[in-house]
């Protein structure tokens, strides 16, 4: 009866362990995942702040060099301008490219009003650079530094921040989200390898006694004669 009960546990045992050794196997692939994942995450936060930063830079050359002509009628600012905005396109790529990595639908309502405003913006500097190409400088100056178009550049700026803080927001959630399984992940294959090693011991211990424990008495019988 005691054997069949030694023989029962060590079967128990040897079953736990390889539950274990399992956990420890599922456990690393699923860190390695996680960790794959989250390097992902990284590499896409980076990726949208590097395209709204983009977007941002491109903007403000428009501005810079549509003033410039506004104020010096020199056409090489003016064709600088239209060579950003019809050839290089750096704030049509950028959105393009945060479309082909994600965005969620508050997102890409934000990027649609960054747009709108980027295209009142537009209407000023279209109408203050037909000034100056009629030699009007005067009045394109003025037109380009009026109130309205200043009070859309601030608006501008603010959306691209307002932007930015939501990507990053959106992005350190995921990626706290991914490191808490990867700490749990860890945790849990840790103990596991702790369980297994202490089954083996036990195991060991077990073997041992089934098997020197015949002998010992073997000996203690050859002794007595």
């Known amino acids: 009866m005691a054997n069949l009960k030694q023989s029962t546990l060590a079967k ?27 390097n992902t995450a990284f590499k896409q936060e980076y990726e949208l702040y590097s395209c709204c930063e983009q977007y941002r830079s ?22 600088a301008y239209l060579k950003e905005k019809k050839t290089d396109m750096r704030r049509e790529s950028s959105i393009s490219k945060m479309y082909e990595i994600g965005l969620y639908e508050d997102e890409i309502a934000m990027i649609e009003e960054i747009v709108a405003t980027g295209e009142q913006l537009a209407i000023i500097e279209e109408d203050s650079a037909a000034l100056a190409k ?27 921040d307002t932007f930015e803080e939501s990507l990053s927001a959106r992005m350190q959630e995921r990626i706290v989200y991914d490191q808490n399984w990867i700490a749990f992940s860890d945790t849990l294959t840790y103990i596991a390898l702790v369980v297994t090693f202490a089954i083996q011991i036990v195991l060991m211990l077990f073997v041992l006694r089934q098997l020197i424990s ?5 000996e203690a019988k050859m002794l007595a004669f």
């Open 134 to 160: 009629n030699g009007d400088t005067n009045a394109a100056s003025i037109y380009i530094y009026c109130d309205e178009y200043e009070e859309y550049m601030a608006k501008l700026s603010t959306q691209l």
């Open 12 to 38: 128990i045992l040897t079953i736990l362990s390889i539950v274990m050794v399992a956990i420890c196997f599922l456990g690393t692939l699923t860190v390695s995942a996680l960790n794959a994942r989250l």
């Open 214 to 218: 015949p002998i010992l008495k073997i």
């Open 58 to 79: 491109a903007s403000e050359f428009l501005i810079r060099e549509v003033r410039a002509y506004a104020v010096t009628g020199e056409k090489a600012y003016y064709d």
